[in-house]
């Protein structure tokens, strides 16, 4: 049984690389059922299964698998890595107090698994740490954490690792404090790394379409959002990150339409998953997209639910959805409640590195500051914009900001 658990194992590792989550699960829960409750095989297997099956969009069976894994691992380091996984779940499941828990949980696990020199387990204590600091907006610090991650795969022999953590730091280029033009030369050298894995090579692809759609470079963008979404169809899975990028894309590209088009069916399908932190950021999103097209009342309801559904650390998520609900205030005539809301979405993003958010941010602000009748406020809310659009090379963005100062030539 061991031996054939073993195969099993092995037969799913290189699914999950061709990115053929299903596949991968379904393998490594026929050798998980060959192994006895006690039996340390089954130890490293568990923890291995949950993962897949949460790649696999099957958000209930791998929290059950991992609650098992810590339940029943049989030493110190199998339990760490079964908690981490666990951890890495809860933070896109739940959105009450996963963050606390999760870095409680990394600081507790990382020094047991570096003990005992699990390579493998501190390489997704680094991912965990990773994303932890994504969530609060430190790309620098995320991206930090995912290059200690990608050592650890690499040392570990992990391609699969590495490759995800290598689609990770593409999409820190395109959305930290790296300008535009060194954000692509990174993600094309990313990509280069990432050539035999499909999965691993449409996680560069989208972070690419949205560097060039901030160039103003909407066909090329375009084309490579189509190339990343031919590869995805393909191996099916979870794929809800590569969307928000697309619908990114599209709102830079004046196509909220096509945007909400996205959104709309993984709203469905993120329902069905209980996939909570995702969820949430597809509503603002989705709110953002119907807000361009004058659905006033209906971007409302979605800012409500998003409100009801986003974790407090989710930095974007917060952002996003406070500037679309206060640009609709100040359209009612409530400007004291517009001005407070945007403001505080300003507030809440100064603390990142995340340079298109400020922008953004502050365009929102901007935009309310406006529409209430205060145009010396206005305009240096934009130029504040326009100044993070620049650092960035967010050319797109620039071009919104000057608009707002009445200079879309971009002149003095």
Same mark, same amino acid.
């Given at each position: 049984a061991g &031996? $054939?658990? !073993?195969r099993l194992a092995a037969a799913a590792d290189a699914a999950l690389l061709r990115g053929d989550a299903s596949a991968g699960a379904?393998?490594? /829960?026929r050798a998980g059922s060959l192994l006895e409750w006690d039996d340390a095989a089954r130890g490293e297997v568990l923890p291995a299964l949950g993962a897949a099956l949460f790649e696999a969009g099957r958000m209930t069976d791998a929290t059950r698998v991992l609650d098992e894994a810590i339940a029943s691992a049989p030493e110190p380091r199998l339990? $760490?890595? +079964?908690?981490? !996984?666990?951890e890495l779940v809860r933070l896109e499941t739940e959105t009450s107090g996963a963050t606390d828990q999760a870095r409680r949980v990394a600081d507790a696990?990382?020094?047991?698994? /570096?003990? %005992?020199?699990d390579v493998y387990g501190q390489c997704r204590v680094w991912l965990l740490r990773g994303q932890l600091a994504w969530n609060a907006g430190r790309v620098?610090? &995320?991206? %930090? +954490?995912?290059? /200690? +991650?990608? !050592?650890c795969a690499r040392r570990a022999g992990s391609r699969r690792e590495l490759f995800e953590v290598i689609g990770w730091r593409a999409t820190a280029a395109v959305l930290g404090p790296t300008p535009v033009v060194a954000a692509i030369r990174r993600c094309e050298e990313l990509r280069e790394l990432v050539a035999t894995s499909p999965v691993a090579t449409a996680s560069t692809l989208n972070p690419l379409a949205l560097l060039h759609a901030m160039k103003g470079e909407f066909d090329t963008a375009g084309r490579l959002l189509e190339q990343a979404s031919e590869i995805l169809r393909e191996l099916g899975g979870l794929g809800s990150g590569v969307s928000h990028l697309e619908a990114f894309v599209r709102l830079l590209a004046g196509q909220p339409a096509l945007a909400? &088009?996205?959104l709309r069916a993984d709203v469905e399908t993120l329902s069905s998953m209980s996939e909570g932190a995702a969820l949430a950021t597809t509503t603002a999103l989705l709110a953002q997209a119907v807000y361009a097209q004058g659905r006033i009342d209906e971007a409302g309801e979605l800012c409500r639910i998003? %409100?009801?559904? &986003?974790?407090p650390e989710d930095t974007v998520t917060q952002v996003i959805w406070r500037g679309v609900q206060a640009k609709i205030l100040a359209r009612r005539g409530r400007c004291d409640e517009a001005e407070a809301l945007?403001? +505080? $979405?300003?507030t809440l993003v100064e603390a990142t590195d995340l340079l298109s958010h400020r922008g953004d941010a502050m365009l929102d602000l901007a935009d309310v500051l406006r529409i209430c009748e205060r145009e010396e406020e206005s305009e240096r809310a934009a130029r504040t914009g326009l100044a993070f659009y620049d650092l960035k090379g967010n050319a797109v963005g620039a071009v919104r900001a000057r608009s707002l100062l009445g200079d879309r030539q971009g002149g003095e």
């Open positions: &031996a $054939a658990a !073993e379904r393998l490594l /829960e339990h $760490a890595r +079964a908690q981490v !996984e666990r696990m990382g020094p047991v698994l /570096e003990r %005992d020199g620098g610090s &995320a991206d %930090d +954490a995912w290059r /200690e +991650a990608a !050592e909400e &088009a996205s998003t %409100d009801r559904r &986003a974790a945007a403001r +505080a $979405a300003v």
